[in-house]
């Protein structure tokens, strides 16, 4: 089945502790991307790859890392988390062939929780 | 900059009803348009996508246009049933990043 999976579906952690949250998929594409999703503000690009070893900034970068070292994978860093941060993930991937017709396939989510 | 807006945040209507969500986009200038389903505490489920030389496409009950000209968009559901009920988001890609701009969703409630 194809699908995009992340990992954990749900964390709570403490200001300034190092946390990865995972995303595979198993679908051989070559676009991924990381959202956050707010109450209010809807769903903001993080970070985004067009393919392994290419990431670039989306538009709220700031407190995060990516890195692309396997096409199927793309985790998201928090150094040093903070409350901020508080927000519900979703990891996206879609085949740049042609990219106008592709659809983007999201996954289940990261609620994490930050104190 | 590329905006999206959903009217109306919320609806409720009684089952069997046929429905229509709507979506605009301030710059006409897309890639595509892509519609959503969003359940509580799961994930997005992708459910159409029109490319912007279309105007429409169906899937089973549901049927999305777009009118680029215009900024609009439509996701028409037919005979409405609760298992409907969900947060409904349009989104369009307008640059060759990838990215998608969202609305803020429509959340419809289907009564039995």
């Known amino acids: 089945e194809a699908q995009v999976t992340q990992n954990p579906r749900y964390l709570i952690t403490v200001t300034g502790k190092k946390l990865t949250v995972t995303c595979s998929q198993n679908?051989?594409?070559?676009?991924m991307s990381w959202y956050r999703q707010d109450p209010g503000l809807g769903l903001r690009q993080i970070y985004y790859s067009m393919n392994v070893e290419v990431t670039d900034k989306g538009d709220v970068p700031e407190g995060y890392k990516v890195s692309r070292k396997e096409k199927r994978n793309f985790p998201l860093i928090l150094e040093s988390p903070s409350p901020n941060q508080t927000s519900l993930y979703f990891c996206?991937?879609?085949?740049?062939?042609?990219?106008?017709?592709?659809?983007?396939?999201f996954g289940d989510g990261t609620r994490l929780s930050i104190l | 900059k590329q905006e999206v807006t959903q009217i109306p945040a919320a609806l409720s209507v009684p089952e069997g009803e046929n429905l229509v969500l709507n979506c605009s986009f301030t710059d006409s200038a897309i890639y595509n348009l892509q519609w959503f389903r969003q359940d509580p505490g799961k994930g997005l489920t992708s459910l159409l996508l029109i490319q912007s030389s279309q105007r429409e496409q169906t899937s089973g009950r549901l049927n999305a246009s777009l009118d680029k000209s215009s900024g609009r968009s439509t996701l028409y559901i037919a005979a409405s049933q609760p298992g409907d009920s969900a947060t409904y988001l349009c989104a369009v890609s307008s640059s060759n990043t990838g990215k998608l701009i969202f609305g803020q969703g429509t959340t419809l409630q289907v009564k039995p």
């Open positions: 679908m051989n594409h070559e676009y």
């Open positions: 996206a991937s879609s085949s740049t062939t042609g990219m106008s017709n592709q659809p983007q396939h």
